[in-house]
C-alpha cells in the first residue's frame, strides 16, 4: 500500500490577500491625502500670482499717468474690500477704482494700499487665504496674505 500525499498548496492564501488589500489601501490614503495638499498649493500659487498682476496692472497704469501719479491721486489705505467702487472723476481716481474692484473681484476678502515716498511707489495687495492654506492653525486662520510690490513711476 503507498502512503497517502498530501498535494501541495498553490496560489495565496485569503488572508494574504486580505493583506495587501490593507496595505494597498493605506498607500492610496496617503496618495489621496498628498493630492488634496497639491490643490491647496495650487490654489494658493493662483492667488499669489493675481496679487503680483494685479501690483503691476496698478504700476502701468501709474506710470501711463506720472503726472497725477505724482500728485498723490493714487494713494489708498487699504479700503474694506468691494466690487462697487464707482468709476468716475479723473483717470487717477478712475485707475484706483477699476483696480480696487479687480482686487474685491479676484481675490477673497482682496484690497490694497498704496503709498508714495518722492517716485519711489509702494503698493501693498492683502486678501485672505484661509482657503489655500495647508497648515491651518488658529494662529494662522484669518491672518491675511500681504504682497508688496516697490517701483519708480
Known amino acids: 500500500m503507498t502512503p497517502f500525499t498530501v498535494p501541495r498548496q498553490n496560489g495565496a492564501t485569503l488572508?494574504?490577500?486580505?493583506?495587501?488589500?490593507?496595505?494597498?489601501?493605506?498607500?492610496l490614503l496617503g496618495l489621496a491625502g498628498l493630492q488634496v495638499t497639491s490643490v491647496q498649493s495650487n490654489?494658493?500659487?493662483?492667488?499669489?500670482?493675481?496679487?503680483?498682476?494685479?501690483?503691476?496692472?496698478?504700476?502701468?497704469?501709474?506710470?501711463?499717468?506720472?503726472?497725477?501719479?505724482l500728485t498723490n491721486a493714487y494713494l489708498v489705505d487699504f479700503p474694506t474690500s468691494s466690487s462697487?467702487?464707482?468709476?468716475?472723476?479723473?483717470?487717477?481716481?478712475k485707475d484706483k477704482a477699476e483696480w480696487l474692484n479687480n482686487l474685491a473681484l479676484k481675490l477673497p476678502e482682496g484690497t490694497g494700499k498704496v503709498e508714495k515716498d518722492g517716485s519711489i511707489v509702494i503698493i501693498h495687495v492683502r486678501w485672505n487665504d484661509d482657503r489655500g492654506r495647508i497648515a491651518k492653525s488658529n494662529a494662522a486662520a484669518g491672518s491675511p496674505q500681504l504682497f508688496t510690490y516697490r517701483t519708480e513711476i
Open 43 to 69: 490654489h494658493s500659487a493662483y492667488q499669489r500670482s493675481q496679487a503680483t498682476l494685479l501690483a503691476y496692472d496698478l504700476a502701468d497704469r501709474m506710470r501711463a499717468n506720472r503726472t497725477e501719479a
Open 15 to 27: 488572508i494574504e490577500v486580505l493583506i495587501a488589500i490593507v496595505v494597498l489601501s493605506i498607500g
Open 84 to 93: 462697487s467702487n464707482a468709476v468716475t472723476g479723473t483717470r487717477g481716481e
